[in-house]
């Protein structure tokens, strides 16, 4: 089976979602103090890595969320995006 999904509009393909399979958290981590700016707050940020549970060829990915309000990259200020190296 492909992991690749037709995405349908009405009776037209406009494309597909494709996807590496199941995957698992590899890793928690906690980082206390840092500012959330959807809280408007100094709060715990959790960092969580995510991972394919079968060889894939997608890299882990890091994501960082507000203990406080849930906001997934709420530590990054207004008008900045998160890259790969922070």
Request: proline share 6%.
């Amino acid at each position: 089976m492909s992991p690749c999904n037709a995405l349908v509009e009405g009776n037209r393909r406009v494309g597909y979602l494709c996807s590496s399979g199941p995957t698992k958290v590899l890793k928690v981590e906690t980082v206390p103090g840092r500012w959330c700016f959807a809280c408007r707050t100094r709060a715990d940020i959790e960092w969580t890595l995510t991972g394919s549970v079968e060889p894939s060829y997608y890299e882990p990915t890091w994501r960082a969320r507000c203990v406080n309000c849930g906001q997934v990259n709420g530590d990054v200020g207004f008008g900045r995006e998160r890259d790969g190296g922070d």
